[in-house]
């Protein structure tokens, strides 16, 4: 499928357990980002990537860890989940030198 | 630091304009941005503005930017049902990265 989308959509784990969040852009796009989206905070950059194999923290990276070893991929691996991770992860993509940040579906990510 | 505010909720009716708006705080942005997201849905980008203009239309839709008050509206001409949905404003800070607002749920009544 062409575009940019995540895996699982949906997806249900134990607290200290690790997850790992997948995207797939299709579009060669240089710079993907992944954002968290909680209820009263809108949407916060965990960590973003430029390039391959160049990744940086954004606000909240603290108990996550990315990768990007081919263009058109960029998981998040939560280490060791917690509740306060429990929360709507998007990924994103886009263009350099272009305005426009492409996002996916979204997954909805619930800790116990 | 960077903080985008925006009221949580608008109600309208079908027909009528809707206005949404936003406060930043980064006078160093260069581009400010209108997201929608629909139900269960990424976010779309609606339209954007760079800082030194002052209004850009796009068919139904006219930002406005006060670059001064460090504020931001965008206006929905004949609001429809199909357009409830949550907006986002967004500001571009000086790291080149987004700094979104906490969203604004619009809900238009038939």
């Known amino acids: 499928d062409a575009g940019i989308t995540q895996s699982p959509r949906y997806k249900i784990t134990e607290t200290g357990r690790q997850v790992t969040l997948m995207c797939h852009q299709t579009?060669?796009?240089?710079?993907m980002f992944w954002y968290r989206q909680d209820l009263g905070h809108g949407l916060r950059l965990i960590y973003y990537?430029?390039?391959?194999?160049?990744?940086d923290k954004g606000e909240v990276p603290d108990g996550y860890v990315v990768s990007r070893s081919k263009t058109e991929n960029f998981p998040l691996t939560l280490e060791s989940a917690t509740r306060s991770q429990t929360s709507v992860y998007f990924c994103?993509?886009?263009?350099?030198?272009?305005?426009?940040?492409?996002f996916g579906p979204g997954t909805r990510l619930l800790v116990l | 630091g960077e903080d985008v505010e925006q009221s949580l909720f608008l109600s309208v009716r079908e027909g009528d304009s809707s206005v949404i708006n936003c406060t930043y705080t980064?006078?160093?942005?260069?581009?400010l941005y209108w997201y929608k997201q629909e139900p269960g849905a990424g976010l779309q980008l609606l339209t954007y503005?760079?800082?030194?203009?002052d209004m850009k239309q796009d068919q139904r839709l006219t930002v406005l930017l006060n670059k001064k008050d460090k504020h931001l509206s965008l206006r929905i001409a004949d609001t429809q049902t199909g357009d409830s949905a949550i907006y986002f404003c967004?500001?571009?800070?000086?790291?080149?990265?987004?700094?979104f607002g906490g969203g604004t749920r619009l809900m238009v009544k038939p």
């Open positions: 994103a993509s886009r263009a350099g030198g272009f305005e426009t940040q492409y």
């Open positions: 579009w060669s796009h240089s710079y």
């Open positions: 990537s430029a390039a391959a194999d160049i990744t």
């Open positions: 980064d006078s160093s942005s260069t581009y």
């Open positions: 503005i760079f800082s030194n203009m």
């Open positions: 967004a500001e571009k800070n000086a790291g080149n990265m987004l700094t």
